[in-house]
């Protein structure tokens, strides 16, 4: 692609795992990636341009992502063709046990909403003029927790994963006359580093096809939605889990 013609992409969550294989699928298609992570971006990250291409900002900061609006707009060069919402956090004990939902204090449903469900809203309505006028995409990264009781993921990171789910269709029926298209993917178990022990029993109990999800399997999914390909798909869940749901 020349300059001219180059798609850009926003993504956050970028600095491991998913985010990870999404930067280096795009980017081996000839996507420019803009990252936002709330790490400096790491040099060892195996992309060229990442440095100047990266973002650092914490997403539970509404304030923050308000205000770094312009400068996201400035970087991206005038123009943006698509958004993955990806940042998530999921705590848990420091034993590894999930966190209820009697347990959780306000401010730490508070924290979480904010980056995996309130971040996802304000890049979409800071950005959304640049995606109308490319007719881009959204994807919104659920989760299979956002609809089903998980034994290591927290009530507060399950519910604002059902919660986005809803905001997918919402999102997609708001700018869908615009021409953008809103989807979700929604990944069971796939092998990154917020797994906890005991996935393994998981794995072999729930999944019919006996193995973790890969990261670059999440990432096809996403550049596949994202492309000319798929063109007619909106509102859409799209679930990645091996058959975890069946």
């Known amino acids: 692609m020349s300059d001219a013609q180059e798609r850009v992409l926003l993504l956050t969550g970028a600095s491991r795992g998913i985010g990870h294989a999404t930067v280096k699928r795009f980017s081996s298609e000839g996507w420019r990636v803009l990252t936002i992570s ?13 440095e ?10 509404v304030g923050t992502v308000q205000a770094s609006l312009p400068e996201i707009k400035r970087i991206s060069g005038g123009r943006l063709d698509a958004l993955i919402n990806n940042a998530a956090i999921s705590p848990k004990h420091s034993d590894g046990r999930k966190i209820t939902s009697l347990e959780m204090a ?3 449903w508070l924290h979480i909403f904010n980056v995996n469900f309130f971040s996802a809203i304000l890049l979409a309505q800071g950005l959304s003029d640049y995606l109308i006028e490319s007719k881009g995409s959204i994807v919104n990264m659920t989760s ?3 609809s089903r009781v998980h034994p ?13 789910a809803a905001l997918t269709r919402e999102m997609a029926n708001d700018l869908g006359r615009h021409g953008v298209r809103v989807n979700a993917v929604s990944p069971g178990e796939i092998d990154t580093a917020i797994l906890s022990p005991g996935t393994e029993e998981i794995v072999n109990r729930e999944i019919p096809l006996r193995r973790l999800g890969k ?3 999440v990432a096809d999914l996403l550049y596949f939605l994202c492309s000319n390909q798929a063109m007619y798909i909106s509102g859409s869940e799209v679930h990645i889990d091996g058959g975890q749901r069946v």
């Open 38 to 50: 709330r790490h400096a971006f790491d040099p060892r990250c195996p992309w060229p341009g990442g």
């Open 52 to 61: 100047r291409n990266h973002i650092q900002m914490d997403l539970s900061d």
């Open 106 to 108: 306000y401010k730490d």
């Open 144 to 146: 299979i927790v956002g």
């Open 152 to 164: 290591f993921a927290s009530a507060a990171y399950a519910t604002s994963k059902a919660g986005l």
């Open 215 to 217: 990261p670059n399997e």
